[in-house]
């Protein structure tokens, strides 16, 4: 993307999310991306199920275009049952799409869900479109997913993308050791973050002792967090147990947990089991403009 920009090419990106349930890292780093994309003169336009996401989208400069309906491979049965359900549908609604858009120049198809990447890649292949995947981890939770069906569905429609795009080289790894993805075909390239200014920092400070005594966290105390939806995948049962070993070289260590989820309640449960009840917050969901205390 760099050398076409280099290159002075007019750049149409074709932004497809349609599987999101919510607002999360992965989406706040697509409002990230698309706001520099829009200053640097490409023109977006998103495709996603989900209405405040295209808010978003569209306060940034994006052009949007609501799905009528979501796909989600790894759902359970009933997903997976849908998901084959919806697949005539899919084909025919993103085939309108791409031939609609396939004219103009410079047209490149970014694809960050899981689901998306099977249905579309293949058909933007059909019509001649190069098309990017975001991958922000391992895979490895959800292929173990309804029977390994979306590992096999997921490999079929690698042959069809032209790079892959992750944040870290553990994520990279995973990817060839999983996948047997070529190197060749992967770019590591952290995610960006807004540098705050001088003026910024100081209401912070400001602010992060508020966000402290609001949730009755020592002041001494040496604090650990991760901000992430409450799920298996996410790894937070991992951090909790690992919060034990560095209690006994960091005393005055707390850690706090910020998200909501379905495996909160499993959460809790587990800090109590090993006597960290004192230790471990559950803030429950931090809107975005408080993200940053």
Do not use: C
């Not at 085939?95 to 293949?122: A, T």
């Not at 209690?247 to 495996?263: P, Q, S, Y």
């Amino acid at each position: 993307m760099q050398f076409m920009l280099k290159k002075r090419r007019k750049i149409n990106l074709l932004l497809i999310d349609q599987d999101v349930a919510a607002i999360g890292g992965a989406e706040n780093i697509l409002n990230s991306l698309v706001g520099e994309f829009v200053k640097k003169g490409i023109a977006v336009k998103t495709v996603s199920n989900f209405r405040p996401f295209l808010q978003m989208q569209r306060a940034l400069g994006a052009k949007t275009t609501l799905t009528p309906t979501r796909m989600n491979i790894f759902g359970g049965l009933r997903g997976l049952f849908k998901f084959f359900l919806q697949l005539p549908w899919a084909f025919f609604w993103y085939g309108s799409l791409l031939r609609k858009y396939k004219k103009e120049s410079g047209l490149l198809v970014m694809i960050s869900g899981f689901s998306d990447k099977i249905v579309v890649s293949p058909i933007a292949n059909y019509f001649k479109i190069p098309v990017i995947w975001l991958e922000h981890s391992t895979l490895k939770p959800v292929f173990i997913r309804n029977f390994g069906l979306p590992k096999l569905f997921y490999k079929m429609a690698m042959k069809y993308q032209n790079l892959i795009i992750t944040p870290s080289l553990y994520s990279k790894e995973k990817l060839t050791e999983e996948l047997e993805v070529r190197e060749s075909d992967i770019f590591v390239i952290p995610n960006g973050l807004r540098i705050l200014t001088g003026n910024e920092v100081k209401i912070l400070k400001n602010k992060k002792l508020q966000f402290r005594r609001k949730f009755k966290i020592p002041k001494d105390s040496f604090v650990i967090g991760i901000m992430s939806r409450l799920q298996e995948e996410k790894g937070q049962d991992e951090l909790i147990r690992g919060f034990v070993k560095v209690k006994k070289k960091i005393t005055n260590a707390f850690l706090v947990v910020a998200g909501k989820g379905n495996e909160r309640e499993k959460l809790e449960t587990l800090s109590k089991d090993l006597g960290l009840s004192n230790e471990v917050l559950f803030t429950g969901f931090i809107d975005e403009n408080d993200k940053y205390k």
